[in-house]
Every structure is written in structure tokens, then in C-alpha cells.
């Protein structure tokens, strides 16, 4: 019970059951409309390659002739399905910010500027340009044997070349949309995407089985402290959970600096469950529209003795992630409130909530409210929908609006300065995180901070004109809080 456990079941319920690499893989793109740029290799020994058996296992470098052909497709154009995609791409982060090598030749690169000629010089100048990007990932294949030596050079050779650069910016020239650069074979005019090449598996493996050595943290062994199984390697829990350190105290059972041993150790099948969880819920049950700059991971639990049932469960939730509402027209959280949702299910349902904050290379944890049951959840959604019936008809009544709502309103109060934006956030987490676990909310103070702002929103020009609309929004929020406070006959 509670949110590793509740994590661990998504790894295995979304797992997969036909491929063995696959949980290790992400899709190394979101959003709808994301594009690729194709980079056609010309190897001249791929027939070669081709004979050689699924199972034997040497590795035959690609003997590279440099760049045939580039162009341009959209990511998502073909398929959606996940297991097709993280197969075809290989794509896993690399494991920090400052790493050159990459586990397939996929390169995710920023939104295109403006002009051709700011792309051209990301393109090319400076140590930190694609270029220079590209030649570094691909080093690593030569250097371990993977394509023949002098592969490196003739291929930055040719996409140095002015008709490459110039078919590359071509290519390269939707502002709104993310790119990929991706590496494949040309086989008789045809892209073949770095999962279809046996070598690009070979190599994924390997720096796979490099990373898990390289972070293991026993050199003897040891029992895997989630599973309990004996295991060669045991891994930290920060290798999924970037906020899993040693000042967490809380945040894990045993990361605790006073414990012998410090850490929460756990296996290599373990890793690969935990891997793929936290795959999905990067996919799927992170929720960014709420606060600005706040992910709210909204981690499912059920409860079940059986496992039928269990998978059910989860079915309704994969349908639900694959249907067109997947475009994220409906929350998360207003599908499990929506009336449908929740007809006499033969289970129980909680749900674990995590406020994240993504601070340069680092992801800060703010908030963790484990064990939230449906029902909770639900009645929030009720309490909110009766609110907007009686005072603001016109509003959305679903409860995601209610939680944008909240923020939104204290975001109003902000006149000026950065921190008192870092303050309304922080608050807007607070009383999520009480009405979440139940706890009464004190609108006192929130109306006493209100009312000490009054003079100053109405001598902001800007926030003059819409004084009135601000006032409306928070007399509606401390009604939903009032509401909320009385049905779980807290005083006021
Ligand atoms: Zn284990």
C-alpha cells in the first residue's frame, strides 16, 4: 500500500508481454505534431548484416559511406501505438544532461528559431551546435566498435556538405512543433529506424548492461529490498525517482542518512519494472495544465484479491489513454470523475498525488499526498459542481477546472514581483494538498491576504480594469472552500 507499490503494479500492468527490451524504453517525443528528421545512412555491407542469424550474437561494424538522403516525416503519422513506437526508436534519456552518447541515434533538438539563418547557426557553430551533438553520439559507436572506423568523419563530412545543410534547414522550419533527429539505414530506398537495425539493438543492450554495472551498489550482491530476491546488482532509487536523495527522509522507507546502509536497493527486474511505471506515467498520469511550472502526478491504486479484476481495472484506464481523449481534452482527474467512470466498480480506488517541480536539471518534490480514495475525489468534484450551479453558472463545473481555479485566483492576487508569484504557487499547493487529504482549510487568512491587496489591485492599471472579475473569482473560491470545509462539518 501506498505509492511505490502503487507504482511497481503500473510497471507490470503496462508491461510488455512479448519484448524483452521494450520496458526499458520511452517514446522519445509527446506531443502531437512532433516531426523527425530522417538521416539515411549508406552502408555499404547491410546485405552482409542482413544473413546473419537472430541469434548469433558478434558484432559486425557498419561499414558507413556517409549520408544518402534526408528528410523529413511526423512522428506520430503511422502509428500511436507506445510498444511499436519505443521499439522502432530504441529511445531511452541518456542518464545526465551532460551525456554524449545516446542508447540509439536519435537526437531530440529544440523548436526551430525564427529564421533559417539562426537555425543554421545552431546547426553548425559551437561546441554546443547539433553538429557538434551528433558527431559526439555517434563517436561512440565507432569507438566501441559498432561502425567502421572513419564511419564518423564521412558522415559529419557530408551533412557539412551545402546541400545537406540547406535540405536539413528545409526540413527544419516549424517553430511550433519538437524535432527529433533520427539515424537509420537506407536499404533499397528505404528508411529502416534504428529498432530495425539488429546492430542498434545490440548496441542499446550494451550500454544498457554498462549503466546498470556502473551504478550498482554492491559489489558482492545482496537481496533486492523491494522483491526480496537475491541479485547480482542492486540499484538506487534515484535512478527512476530524480528526487529520491539522501535529504528525502520521508520520501522512501530506509533514505534515511542514519541507516547502516543508507539506501533502498532494489534489482535489476525490479529496475525494469520501475523503469517502464515511470515511463507511463510520464505518458500518461502527469498532469502540467494545473499550476504553472507544477507536474501533478496522479498515481492509480486498486485494491483487489482478484487479479481479473485487477487488470480490468487497468484496461479501462488504457482505453481511456488511447481514445481520442487522449488528445487531452479530459483530464485525468475528470475521467475518474465523471459519473460513468465509476458505475459500481468491484473494487476499491485510491489515488497517490505527487507536486513536482522540474528546477533546471533537478526535479524538486513539493508535496506528497498518498492514499487519496475515490470517493474523496468524487465528492470534491460534487462540492465544486454545486458551487458553480449556485454562484457562476457559466463556469466549468468538472474538477480540474476547480483546481485551475484555485490557482488562477491566487495567481490574479500577483501584481508585480517574481516571488510573490513563487508564493501564490506554494499556497495554491497547500490547500490542494488539504483538501486532498481532507483536512480543513483555514479561509481566514487566505481573505485576510485578500483584503490586505485590495488597494494595491486597484491602483494596478491592469488589474484595475478587471478588479471586478477577480473579485467574483475569489468569492467563489472561498465559497467552494467554505462548502468544502462544512461538508466534512469542519467549522468555518
Ligand atoms: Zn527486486
Known sequence: MGFIEAVYTIGKEFSSKTDEITDYLAIPVRTDGSKEIRIYLKVSNYSTLKLQSEKENTIIPLKIEGVSKIDEADFFADSKDEQYKKLRYLYKEPPGSNTDWRYSPVLRISKPKSTREKNREVLLNGSKSYISKIEKMIQDFEDLGFFEKGSVQK?????????????????????????????????????????????????????????????????????????????????????????????????????????????????????????????????????????????????????????????????????????????????????????????????????????????????????????????????????????????????????????????????????????????????????????????????KTIKQNFVARIPKLMNDKVQNDYFHLTLNDFLLLIEFLNNYNKSWRYSL
Request: proline share 3%.
Open 155 to 443: 558522415i559529419i563530412n557530408d551533412l557539412s556538405n551545402n546541400d545537406f545543410v540547406d535540405r536539413f534547414l528545409e526540413c527544419y522550419s516549424d517553430p511550433k512543433a519538437s524535432y527529433l533527429i533520427v539515424f537509420g539505414i537506407e536499404d533499397d530506398g528505404q528508411f529502416l529506424y534504428p529498432g530495425e537495425v539488429k546492430l542498434f539493438q545490440q548496441y542499446f543492450l550494451k550500454k544498457l548492461n554498462e549503466e546498470l554495472n556502473k551504478k550498482n551498489v554492491s559489489k558482492k550482491g545482496g537481496v533486492c529490498d523491494y522483491c526480496g530476491k537475491e541479485s547480482d546488482i542492486l540499484l538506487n532509487f534515484d535512478m527512476i525517482f530524480p528526487f529520491a536523495t539522501f535529504d528525502k527522509v520521508n520520501f522512501l522507507p530506509a533514505i534515511n542518512k542514519n541507516f547502516s546502509n543508507k539506501v533502498y536497493k532494489y534489482c535489476k527486474d525490479c529496475f525494469k519494472t520501475f523503469s517502464n511505471a515511470k515511463t507511463y506515467i510520464d505518458y500518461n498520469f502527469v498532469d502540467q495544465s494545473i499550476i504553472n511550472n507544477i507536474q501533478i502526478w496522479i498515481i492509480p491504486e486498486f485494491f483487489t484479491t482478484d487479479t481479473n479484476i485487477l487488470d480490468d481495472a487497468f484496461n479501462d484506464l488504457k482505453n481511456y489513454f488511447w481514445s481520442d481523449q487522449y488528445t487531452k481534452e479530459k483530464d485525468l482527474l475528470d475521467y475518474i470523475t465523471d459519473p460513468d467512470y465509476d458505475v459500481d466498480k468491484p473494487y476499491t480506488a485510491v489515488f497517490h498525488f505527487l507536486f513536482l517541480e522540474q528546477n533546471q536539471a533537478q526535479l524538486v518534490i513539493h508535496q506528497m499526498i498518498e492514499d487519496v480514495p475515490l470517493t474523496r475525489i468524487q465528492k470534491l468534484h460534487q462540492i465544486w459542481e454545486e458551487t458553480v450551479q449556485l454562484l457562476a453558472k457559466k463556469k466549468d463545473t468538472q474538477l480540474s477546472a476547480a483546481l485551475k481555479h484555485i490557482y488562477r485566483t491566487l495567481r490574479h492576487l500577483v501584481l508585480k514581483e517574481d516571488s510573490e508569484e513563487k508564493v501564490m504557487r506554494t499556497l495554491t499547493m497547500e490547500i490542494i494538498g488539504k483538501i486532498l487529504s481532507g483536512e480543513r482549510v483555514e479561509t
